[in-house]
């Protein structure tokens, strides 16, 4: 009888652990419109919007600069955890595009591209209901 307190006890006690050692990760959801900042990028291509979606159970991307309303579709379109991973053609250049979510309304990462590599600032727009 004993026993069986002291089995009953220690599993008790594993199953506690166990449940509150368990990493509650909140996955973020990337979805919306994002503000970019890159200061460093060549002229022209140091702000716009980057757009995150869904279509077809897919994620899909577009970009924009400030001062030109041409949206240019993202290409290999990777969300995993945390991290966004996509292509956009620039001026005859493949750029390589890594965000990292770092809460709900911001995002910082890189574009990567033949002269470099250009850090990126993201804030999430905020929708205004009216």
Do not use: C, R
């Amino acid at each position: 009888m004993k026993n069986k307190v002291l089995t009953l006890l220690v599993i008790s006690i594993l199953s506690v652990l166990t449940v509150n050692g368990q990493n509650n990760v909140k996955k973020s959801n990337p979805v919306g419109t994002w503000k970019f900042e890159a200061p460093y990028a060549p002229e022209g291509y140091g702000s716009g919007t980057i757009s995150i979606g869904i279509e077809k159970e897919k994620h899909t991307t577009t970009m924009s600069f400030t001062g030109n309303d041409y949206k240019i579709p993202g290409e290999k379109v990777s969300v995993t955890n945390d991290s966004i991973l996509f292509s956009v053609y620039v001026e005859g250049q493949d750029v390589k595009v890594v965000l990292k979510i770092e809460d709900e309304t911001k995002m910082s990462g890189k574009a990567v591209y033949s002269e470099g590599e250009v850090p990126l600032t993201l804030t999430k727009e905020v929708a205004v209901n009216k």
